[in-house]
């Protein structure tokens, strides 16, 4: 029965179908639902200032729609106004959620810590997923009540004309998506502050310009892209995405573009601010780093195969290699970001992450993907070339089938993914050793952080020294191939490939990536060795003190044993005086007898 709701709580599934499971969640969750986010409600219900912030918001946005609508209602038609009001309101609700969402989440964990709950919270016993969980829910709940009391506002364009039902309906389910990772976002920053201004502060800091850049990429520049792919949909207004889904025709591009990778878009990020919550709640002697080796190892698989799409969609060839070339660069700065992101991974599991393995009898292949940063960077070494080779091989295949001029071939391709195969092998290693060598992984994000960013400019600078770039002769493509070791070399390199006088610029280029290739493998085994002589160590010392402390506990026991027989004895000569002691007794007695 739970507390909560009064409810029966459902026994587990009768079976391992995903049907069954499916619907043993739903009950539970009615049965028994989260109980943080059920304080939270309580909590929210009791504050009077709720509805006063959402009346007085709603007001705000009527009298500023129904003032731009009366001033374009004058000169233009209902149509026209209609569709001025439509973006004008979604891009004003687009910045309440995105401002709204994750400053209302940022105080859930932080407000627990500052106000020394949160001491509370964990002595009840629940698991830092569901901590997450619910204070998720009670954010996204919040945060949903303000685009339900928008919605009357929001019809309003539909009443001028111009707009379909369906854009409205649609621009309103991705406003709830935008509110998840908005939400999502808030609770990952509030769950590594311990002040709830600090958690604020930062969270706004970081929110206001990434919401601004998005809104500017994934609105007016998309919507050209939008419009050479479907002429109907318009080029520059901010929000299109519900207009693409009325005027485009249905085909493969459509599924891609309109379903897959909204829900890409929203899923990924989404759920890998979740795996940091958790991450960020757990205890560092407990496992953070199996949520996001899932996420990683589901994940940017599927972002590699998105990266297909375009090289696909391609027409031309010189699209095409333009596009592969994107993919690649996008699926490398992925990589790159899961380099530094799983630094913080620890050297091996802890005793009490093993001995959890051990009572749960836990899999081989979850155990690979336990805490350990040499196994860490095997995953990311076999799912990363992985991809980038996916996405090298199709695109020069497609490259060359396409090819109609003579510079448009599969070479520029081939080079840029070699160089970016190389590198991220290399960053990949050089994390790795310098993880296993430092004691935080703080310092070891700071050295290769460093050390790319050396690679990136000091080879142009040494290249500007020796008068390579500054020669009044003009620039020598041999002598300019010293800034080989910077990876922004691959594009002067695939620049002159097709030249008819290439010179040493693509050799230099192929000889870097291999060496950072080759560099990036024997860090990678001296990371292996220094980790598992760290191991070997650290297990030494637990059997050392397991030692010790069974020593102690034997002298403890004898001590005990002992002190026991001697009570023993003691009781026993009590009981049982010697021979002497009661013959003089007697004699004791006889003489005092009468006579």
């Known amino acids: 029965m739970s507390v909560q709701t009064g409810q029966a709580v459902p026994s587990g599934p009768v079976s391992r179908r995903f049907k069954d499971r499916a619907r043993y969640r739903f009950d539970l969750f009615r049965a028994d639902p989260n109980p943080i986010w059920i304080r939270e409600l309580k909590q929210a219900v009791r504050l009077a200032r709720t509805p006063v912030i959402l009346c007085v918001l709603t007001m705000l946005m009527t009298m500023l729609i129904a003032g731009i609508g009366g001033l374009a209602a004058a000169d ?31 105080n859930g964990i932080a407000a627990e810590r500052e106000g020394r709950t ?76 311990t002040s709830m201004r600090g958690a604020i502060a930062v969270t706004l800091l970081l929110a206001l310009p990434f919401s601004i850049i998005t809104f500017i990429l994934f609105g007016p520049v998309l919507s050209i ?47 890998f601010m979740y795996e940091v919550t958790i991450a960020n709640l757990t205890s560092p002697t407990d496992d953070r780093s199996t949520g996001l080796k899932r996420w990683f190892l589901v994940c940017v698989p599927i972002l590699a195969l998105v990266g297909t799409a375009p090289i696909i969609g391609a027409i031309r060839p010189q699209e095409t290699m333009a596009l592969s070339m994107l993919s690649l660069g996008v699926f490398f700065l992925i990589l790159t970001f899961c380099v530094f992101l799983f630094q913080g991974d620890a050297i091996g599991p802890s005793r009490r992450v093993t001995a959890h393995w051990d009572r749960v009898r836990t899999g081989s292949f979850s ?11 095997l995953l990311q070494l076999v799912i990363g070339v992985l991809g980038l080779g996916l996405l090298a091989a199709l695109g020069a295949v497609l490259s060359a089938t396409r090819q109609s001029y003579a510079w448009e071939g599969p070479e520029q391709v081939v080079l840029f993914a070699l160089y970016c195969v190389g590198f991220f092998v290399f960053q990949l290693g050089l994390g790795t050793y310098a993880r296993a060598r430092s004691s935080t992984a703080t310092t070891a994000r700071l050295i290769l952080a460093g050390t790319v960013v050396a690679l990136l400019i000091t080879p142009w600078v040494i290249a500007a020294i020796v008068g390579v770039l500054g020669s009044s002769g003009g620039w020598n493509d ?25 010179g040493f610029a693509p050799f230099a280029s192929v000889l870097c990536s291999f060496a950072y290739l080759i560099l990036g493998f024997i860090s990678l085994i001296a990371a292996g060795r220094r980790s598992a002589q760290i191991i070997d160590q650290h297990n030494k010392m637990l059997a050392e003190t397991d030692r010790l402390l069974a020593q102690e506990d034997e002298a ?35 003489a005092e007898e009468p006579t």
Do not use: C
Not at 239 to 267: E, H, K
């Open 556 to 590: 403890a026991e004898s001590a005990r044993i002992e002190a026991e027989r001697a009570q023993a004895e003691a009781a026993a000569q009590a009981a049982n005086p010697p021979a002497a002691e009661n013959a003089q007794l007697v004699f004791t007695g006889a």
């Open 118 to 193: 949160w001491e509370a919270v964990l002595l009840a016993g629940l698991p830092p997923g569901m901590i997450a969980r619910g204070k998720f829910l009670a954010a996204y709940t919040t945060i949903s009540l303000y685009i339900v009391m928008l919605a009357p506002v929001g019809a309003l364009p539909f009443l001028f004309g111009g707009v379909t039902a369906t854009e409205t309906i649609v621009a309103f389910l991705f406003l709830f998506l935008i509110a998840l990772m908005s939400v999502a976002f808030g609770l990952a920053l509030s769950s590594k502050m």
């Open 225 to 271: 892209a939008a419009h050479k792919a479907w002429p109907g949909v318009p080029e520059g207004p901010p929000i299109w995405l519900p207009t693409a889904y009325s005027r485009a025709p249905f085909d493969i591009v459509y599924v891609m573009s309109l379903f897959v990778g909204p829900v890409v878009a929203v899923v990924v990020p989404a759920w």
């Open 478 to 502: 041999d002598l300019l191939s010293v800034a080989a070791p910077s990876p922004f070399f691959v594009f002067y390199a695939i620049d002159k490939v097709d030249d008819s006088t290439p």
């Open 76 to 106: 233009a038609s209902p149509s026209t106004t209609g569709i001025t009001l439509f973006h004008v309101f979604f891009s004003l609700a687009y910045f309440v959620v995105t401002l709204v969402g994750p400053t209302v989440a940022a």
């Open 367 to 377: 155990r690979f993907l336990g805490p350990s940063v040499t196994r860490t960077a």
